[in-house]
């Protein structure tokens, strides 16, 4: 275990170095004028351009501005938008909403995908089964950009079943709306591939075993079937993550969650280069970090892994 | 390990006269024997045992009677299994032979009713387990004589055992599922059972998980598996074929002993004839999901009485036989969708006559009491008439 | 990568090995060679005629828009803001006073052009790429996959808004060609791993290893023997990933980060309805629906080509 905990570990600084720099030399590198694009169409003042070559250390060659760059994420310090704030400030204050919706997310697409996917996996070929599937083959083809505002059409204007908005103190209910509409994607993916592993798991020699033993079918479902099913849905789970940032930029932005998603959108409007940069190397740390997170559960779950 | 008495649990098996005389089954309550269990909470607690109908006097342990299994394909219907009909008895060893696709292991599944329904479909026949038919017995109450009373050893042990979950926590998951025994006593009661099938430090090797084990290894947790619930018939499906020459043997003997000392019912399927001779009491030869030959193991290696099973005697490589060549039966066995008309066998048969091609032949009693074989022309005969 | 990306790649990806060989296209019934048996099965899936046809829609759409609707989509009056259906405008007018119908039907080129050639491009990295991690192996496959490490280490929509960021700086043009590229560098790897996994699982096979016995150069032996049990997996991906593409230029432009005005795009309708939903719900409804449809048409595509040659999947 603790090797595989290290190889991973070393891999992920790797991959680390690999993104970040990535991240920055897409923004900087090879720009005739960074500040330029920083700061986007709007007329870049003196005062500005010299804030921001110190922030970037645009003066330096490009390497030395890398490591100033990770030293800045490394110890959380992300300087500050085109207006003035710390970009560390509006990030804390964003974070708590997107956690919530992301959670909610998360727990409605497994609630609902590993539900349903086990039933139509055990039941391959039934009504429920291929009903589902149809379903979840339209939602995986509904762009969130579709999903979101007619949600919001729909539920929020037409039926007022939920808040059309959820304002600037989001509570629970407020955010069931939009994590639905975030989550959409993931339950469908994540109920195709539980039905899958599950109908694959089932014909498995050790659920065989399993019912030899006279064991209650409820038992060999839970505990075989299930168990072994949810391996690969977990490694899915880690990868989502990425669709649902990006989801997230969409559904804050068309509900109105004070999240790191619609700080991001807005950035992106307003063209605040800085606060752009600083979101995104940070969702992508915690990306990387949390599908660190999941292959670690995966070697728990699994230890064939383990012991590799 | 310590032989203690096993304490007997009341369970409700009629205590009329006859069945007190009659062959008792595996432990329970045998005064003779002496229990191989140390009595843990696991043991000291009555086991909740189906109440299976103790056999009266003359009937088998087991009796499937002209068994049918059929599966639904793409292509058709495979009849897979065709009436069979065999027996065992209480401590006796019953080898079922057969080439890959005669249906033995599907029988067997059938007998523990672990087939998957659909695609397979039991289409007839009755499978008599203590003088009560197992097919239409009620789902729960099979359940209940699944694992306790009839457990199963398969072919590939690696893929048979669950990855996920440690080797001493598959052994006894039954146990604690089942009877409810405490994780501690459960720990126990599964490094005793890797004892006893001869696994080499067991108590540092219980919470490995399967993968660490080696072929032969993996197979003897499989076998300490079907053992936990001590039942009283042990069907091994092929358990050695996925095994090494020599760990094969291994294998065979840790059954027959096993057999032995906890006095069960073995019936051992196999596709080799060279594996059974030392095991087996008495031998049924399955083709085409039908019995063609039933007889005990030294009748049958004299005087087989069905060309298939002299042809399959004729491949297996014997020493006082050296330098004449290894026979091999012709062709290949019929395909279940699309089986010959007659006997099964004819296309392969080099005896076979015009009758053979219409007229299936029934399993039929030969000279002495427990001898069968499903021939028009038994090689006996043949010979006979050839003499 | 997308959700149905990874989909098809854990379900495909698993098991290379058992990728069909695709033989030539014998009658089924007899000889049953994969790829003839697929084929067999694809006629008879519904999905798939429904994809297809929905494909073919879309690209009609795409190359003359004239045939469904004459009038001009950007011949906008504000007058006619949020005005009924009349005459040619079958659905009616946006906040702009345009033409809905019209706007949606010439939405469709932007989209299978950004689609088709951003399928292109990643196709042709994938397909170098993952032929020689699979084909070389060693140093070059361990690079290779640490790139693609690193590539997947960012998601594909964070990555676009930090590139289209810098390759918009010049405005100019609609930014079909910004897009092309964003998604073209970024989406490579799910087609590079599956090429490479199938290469890997074909460079084991026994034919293989004799063309190479008999003298057969690399390049030889990946293009005649490898490539085409390859294939199969490879167009799957492909397929499915044109959708998602779609999908990802819409967002990009909804974001107002992709294309931009006068190009029309079913991605900047939405955003610009999107806010004025109150007031009329049809200039949303319409792009949103023939954006779905268009996705839905190319992975419903991918699906059925994979169910048709994964046996496993089959009853």
């Known amino acids: 275990m ?64 890398y490591a100033y760059y990770m030293k800045g994420l490394l110890t959380g310090d992300l300087g500050r938008t085109l207006t003035g704030r710390p970009i560390g400030d509006v990030m804390a204050d964003a974070w708590p909403n997107t956690i919530k919706l992301a959670l909610l997310a998360l727990f409605f697409a497994a609630l609902f995908g590993i539900g349903a996917g086990l039933v139509a996996g055990l039941r391959r070929g039934t009504v429920f089964d291929n009903t589902t599937l149809a379903l979840t083959l339209v939602v995986v083809g509904l762009p969130i950009i579709v999903l979101a505002p007619i949600a919001q059409l729909v539920f929020g204007v037409k039926l007022g079943w939920f808040p059309t908005t959820a304002g600037a103190r989001p509570d629970l209910y407020g955010l069931i709306l939009p994590a639905l509409v975030l989550g959409a994607a993931s339950t469908a993916t994540i109920l195709r591939l539980t039905r899958t592993s599950v109908a694959e798991n089932v014909r498995a020699d050790y659920v065989r075993t399993a019912r030899a033993k006279g064991l209650a079918v409820r038992r060999v479902v839970s505990v075989h079937v299930l168990r072994n099913s949810l391996i690969p849905v977990i490694t899915l789970i880690g990868v989502d993550l990425g669709n649902l940032m990006a989801g997230a930029i969409v559904t804050e932005g068309v509900f109105n969650i004070p999240g790191v998603g619609s700080k991001l959108l807005l950035g992106i409007q307003t063209e605040d280069g800085p606060l752009v940069v600083g979101f995104v190397s940070v969702l992508v740390i915690v990306f990387l970090v949390t599908n660190l997170l999941v292959d670690l559960l995966y070697a728990v779950l699994d230890p064939r892994i383990r012991y590799e | 390990m310590t032989y203690q008495q096993y304490p007997h649990p009341t369970h409700g098996y009629p205590a009329s006269g006859e069945s007190q005389t009659a062959p008792v089954v595996a432990g329970w309550g045998d005064d003779r024997s002496a229990s191989w269990d140390t009595p843990t909470a696991a043991w000291t607690t009555a ?11 003359g009937e088998h342990l087991l009796d499937v009677r002209d068994l049918r299994v059929e599966f639904d394909t793409r292509d058709g219907v495979a009849r897979v299994v065709n009436g069979i009909s065999f027996h065992v008895d209480p401590g006796e060893t019953l080898a079922i032979l057969g080439e890959s696709g005669s249906g033995k292991s599907v029988t067997a599944q059938a007998v523990l009713g672990i087939l998957d329904t659909p695609p397979a479909v039991v289409r007839g026949g009755q499978v008599l387990y203590g003088g009560e038919d197992l097919l239409t017995m009620a789902p729960e109450r099979r359940r209940q004589v699944r694992g306790q009373e009839i457990a199963m050893v398969f072919q590939d042990a690696l893929s048979a055992l669950n990855p996920v979950y440690p080797v001493g926590w598959q052994i006894t998951e039954a146990l604690r599922s089942r009877r409810g025994i405490a994780k501690a006593d459960a720990k126990r009661r599964a490094v005793e059972l890797m004892d006893l099938v001869r696994i080499p430090a067991a108590a540092q ?16 947790v499989m076998i300490a598996m079907a053992l936990a619930m001590r039942p009283k018939l042990l069907i091994a499906d092929e358990p050695t074929t996925a095994l090494d020459v020599t760990v094969q043997a291994q ?13 069960m019912a073995l019936i051992l399927i196999t596709h080799d004839l060279g594996v059974v001779a030392d095991v087996a009491d008495r031998i049924t030869v399955m083709y085409a999901g039908r019995v063609v030959e039933q007889a ?49 066998f004819h296309p392969r048969c080099p005896y076979a006559q015009q009758m053979c091609r219409i007229t299936e032949p029934t399993l039929l009693r030969i000279g002495r009491l427990d001898r069968a074989s499903a021939c028009h022309f038994p090689p006996e005969a043949l010979d006979a008439r050839h003499a | ?61 795409a190359v003359a828009p004239g045939l469904f609707s004459s009038a001009d989509p950007t011949a906008c009056n504000t007058r006619r803001q949020y005005a ?33 050639f951003a399928v292109l491009l990643t196709g042709v990295i994938g397909l170098v790429f993952g032929m020689l991690a699979g084909y070389f192996g060693g140093w070059l496959d361990a690079l290779l996959s640490r790139v693609i490490d690193v590539v997947l280490g960012i998601p594909l929509l964070l990555a676009a808004i930090v590139l289209s960021k810098r390759l918009a700086a010049d405005r100019s043009g609609s930014g079909i060609v910004s897009v092309v590229i964003v998604l073209g560098i970024l989406g490579w790897t799910t087609a590079a791993r599956v090429m490479r996994s199938s290469v890997l699982a074909a460079r084991s096979q026994d034919y293989v290893a004799a063309a190479r016995m008999l003298g ?15 294939l199969a997996p490879f167009i799957v991906v492909l397929t499915i990933a044109l959708g998602t593409f779609i999908a990802t230029e819409a967002t990009l432009s909804f974001l107002n980060i992709g294309l931009r005005p006068p190009a029309i795009s079913w991605g900047i309708d939405i955003a610009t309805a999107g806010k004025h939903v109150r007031e009329a719900a049809m200039p949303l409804i319409a792009p949103s629906l023939f954006l779905t449809l268009t996705v839905l048409a190319f992975i419903m595509l991918g699906d059925a080509i994979r169910d048709a040659f994964d046996p496993k999947l089959r009853r």
């Open chain 3, 1 to 61: 990568m997308s959700d149905l990306e990874m989909a098809a790649t854990t379900e495909l990806g698993a098991r290379p090995g058992e990728v069909p060989p695709a033989a030539g296209g014998t009658p089924p019934p007899k000889t049953r060679s994969l790829a003839g048996d697929a084929w067999y099965d694809l006629r008879r899936n519904w999905i798939f005629w429904v994809a297809a046809a929905l494909v073919v829609l879309v690209v009609l759409m």
């Open chain 2, 47 to 57: 086991p909740s045992r189906a109440r299976v109908e103790r056999p009266t006097s």
């Open chain 2, 251 to 263: 294998i065979m003997d840790l059954l027959a002993t096993l057999r032995a000392e906890l006095e």
């Open chain 2, 205 to 220: 090797r219980v919470d490995d998980y399967p993968h660490q084990f080696s072929g032969g290894m993996r197979q003897r």
């Open chain 3, 84 to 116: 009924g259906p009349s005459g040619g405008a079958i659905l009616g007018y946006d906040f702009q006073g345009c033409d809905v119908f019209s706007r949606t039907v010439h939405g469709a080129r932007a989209s299978v052009l950004v689609g088709l």
């Open chain 3, 216 to 230: 057969a150069g690399p390049l030889r032996i990946m293009w005649r023997h490898i490539l085409p049990n390859a």
């Open chain 2, 296 to 344: 005990d193991v030294h009748t049958l290696y004299g005087a087989p009485a069905h060309p298939y099973t002299r042809g399959l005697l004729a491949s297996v490589p014997r020493l006082e036989r050296r330098g004449q060549g290894l026979h091999s039966i012709s062709g290949t066995p019929p395909n279940p969708i699309a089986i010959p008309q007659g006997c099964a």
């Open chain 1, 2 to 65: 603790a090797r595989y905990i290290i190889r991973r570990l070393l891999q992920m600084v790797v991959t680390f170095i690999g993104t970040t720099f990535v991240v920055y030399a897409l923004m900087f590198a090879n720009q005739n004028d960074p500040l330029q694009a920083l700061a986007g169409d709007r007329p870049v003042s003196d005062n500005v351009r010299q804030v921001l070559t110190e922030q970037y250390h645009l003066d330096d060659p490009f390497l030395v501005q």
